[in-house]
């Protein structure tokens, strides 16, 4: 019975883990749902989490010869890093911040159309990413408060799928819709 779970492998799916709860939590902070939580409270997720586990896990990602989920992990390690370390940095300009986050949704953009032969949910995370990137971006240039609850929220969503599609692969749950063969169900009468 195929129920659209990819099992994946571990490696992948503790990286899909780690890149759904960073995202989240960088997510929520900037929405600002929670009082007095903001995306500067997830700089040591995205050190730890987001940053070094994602990063080893692209590593041995491409030991095992999946060139796209280490180019996927390793590449958004070193994101969720160097923001962690930058964030709330008082030298950084509202400009440079942006740009960061721009040419990061660049790498996000990729992920996304290389993962064209993935399921549903996995081009849907990574293309979440880039939205929220590219909003997150462009709200520094523009120092626009909506914008940025705006990038949160896709942020947050793009966490949970990221969350979803690794526990559905540990739970074995399903990750695609249900769909019907052409032609069927259908009674011509006449």
Known sequence: MDNGVSAGSTTSILGHLALGLTLLAFGIGHTG???????ADAVSLALFVG????FVAG?????AGSAFAGTAFAGLGAFWFTWGMGAGEPNVSNDAAGLFLLL???????????ASG?????RGMYGLLFLSL???GVAQFADADALT???GW???LGGLAAWYGATAALAKWPTALPHRAAGRGVTATG
């Open 33 to 39: 749902v929670i009082d007095g939580v903001t995306a």
């Open 51 to 54: 940053g070094i586990a994602l």
């Open 59 to 63: 590593l041995f990602e491409f030991r």
């Open 104 to 114: 990061w949704a660049l790498l996000a953009l990729s992920l996304t159309l290389g």
């Open 118 to 122: 993935s399921g549903m949910l996995e």
């Open 134 to 136: 590219l909003l997150l």
């Open 149 to 151: 609850k705006a990038g």
């Open 154 to 156: 896709v942020a947050a």
